[in-house]
């Protein structure tokens, strides 16, 4: 069972090496790559294929080991010192190659991403191998199930078995701690950290829950294969291990970073983007120049701050002389900031508390922002269509635009 080639021949786990690669190849290509700059989100950003992989894992593990407990072979396995080994062998042909497969997806993804910014090394370093340890624990838990079952009843109950796992203990499972919580991130995490806790928690019960069924003996009585004392012990201890995970500390496995961004050049504003979005970088500042040297120009001094923050996930600005913007979802993908968004980033008074609330401004307020936003467009040339707003916006004389401007740097915003 040591050589690749008899593995190949007599067991299914290997097998999973093709659509492991697949699989892969399509959620780095997907979507654009969106997640490149930023680690946290790049290592999170992998963890999607997980979703399909880890009840395939399960499912190839339990029909290996289902075959080493069939009849005809299952005196050879319990026969010697060690009956564990022919199973930990298996487990290792299913997990082995998907491991190797996926560690190399999450370095490619993080050489490609040119990381930056400041989410420790080991922090990212550790949800890799968090993963890896859940790739081990989906065969982990095949490798258990199939040593009692026939075959296709190992395989289908330990693939099934696995998936309904991933609802029970995932990210969208119980409040708090989640041991399946890996990650599968499809939006920016900007303005996160891991949690040193949560991640070292998962860590070792993924690996003492591995251990033990991995271990977990049998014994053979009247035809039938059932755990040895010590392997219902193994057993319970596992279930245990694992149902008291929602009851363990600390919960969140996200920590907020209240960070303002660092990356900053120009004066009168002075642009500021997180290292992590270099690559927005030249064009957020040359729609900023853009529209700052059009609103000067046409006396509409007034509408430009003193300084522009990309904003987080958790960073908000609370000087009125700030403006702020976060990087547009659709502009992951393509890669293109528009300058409508820097615009409409420039007129919105995001200091304000009420522009987080519900219901948030009313009416009146709108209408102002909408035509603050026209005139500033329409310094630069930029015509708007009347038809993308609940009524058409109005374009602004420069005192027009001091008095709303001073208005919303002071907050006095009507509410709806």
Sequence with gaps: MHSPRYAFKTLVGPWLVLPTVVLEAVNFAQRGMPWRGEALWTVDWFAIVLFILGPLLAGAAAVDAARLSRPGNIHLVLATKQPHRPYLRAAAWSAGPVLAVHLLTIATGLIISGVHGSVPWPGIISAALIQCAAICWYTAIGSAIGRFASPLVAGAAAAVGAFTLIYLLGEGGSTGFNLLALGGATV?????????????????????????????????????????????????????????????????????????????????????????????????????????EAANAAGYTSLMPERFDELSRTYRISDPTVSGMEIPADAYPSGQVRIEDVASALVRPLHCDLMYEEPGPGPTYWQEEFSLYATLLHTADIKVDPNEFPAPPKILSPQEVEKIMSSHRSCSLESA
């Design 188 to 292: 920016s995490r900007l303005g996160y950290d891991y949690t040193p806790g949560y991640l070292a928690t998962q860590l070792a019960l993924f690996v003492i829950t591995s251990a033990l069924l991995l271990w977990l003996p049998l014994r053979q009585r009247s035809g039938l294969r059932l755990p040895t004392s010590a392997g219902a012990v193994c057993a319970a201890l596992t279930v245990v291990l694992v149902a008291s995970g929602p009851y363990a500390l600390p919960a969140d496995r996200l920590t907020p970073v209240t960070a303002a961004p660092t990356d900053c050049s120009g004066t009168e504003p002075k642009i500021c983007l997180y290292p992590e979005h270099q690559r927005f970088k030249y064009q957020v500042v040359q729609h900023v120049q853009t529209l700052t």
